[in-house]
């Protein structure tokens, strides 16, 4: 990404999807494919986890799109980001 270039759907993409791995591995999880499929476990633990997981996930795609739309409407700055760094998705993913 080149410094002062708007965000992207792209850019928030990777920050989010970067995010949502984030988040499900402090839960014991490799990633956010792995705690959804426990969805329909016979565990009520991990199928709670899974069902609270994808909520969370839900909304914070939610409010993601929402920023997005923001920025491109010119409603809001875009984030400062950098470069294309791991420090500028994580920038990006504070955003979510």
């Not at 759907?9 to 990633?31: I, T």
């Not at 700055?77 to 420090?87: F, G, K, L, M, V």
């Amino acid at each position: 990404m080149i410094v002062g270039e708007v965000p992207t759907l792209d850019h928030f993409k990777l920050a989010f999807d970067a995010h949502l791995d984030a988040v499900a591995k402090q839960r014991q999880y490799d990633n956010r494919l792995t705690i959804v499929s426990y969805e329909g476990s016979t565990k009520p633990l991990w199928a709670a986890e899974a069902a609270a997981y994808i909520a969370w996930r839900d909304c914070a795609l939610d409010y993601m799109f929402d920023e997005l739309a923001a920025v491109e409407a010119g409603e809001i700055a875009p984030p400062a980001i950098e470069s294309s760094s791991a420090a500028s998705r994580d920038r990006l993913a504070e955003m979510i």
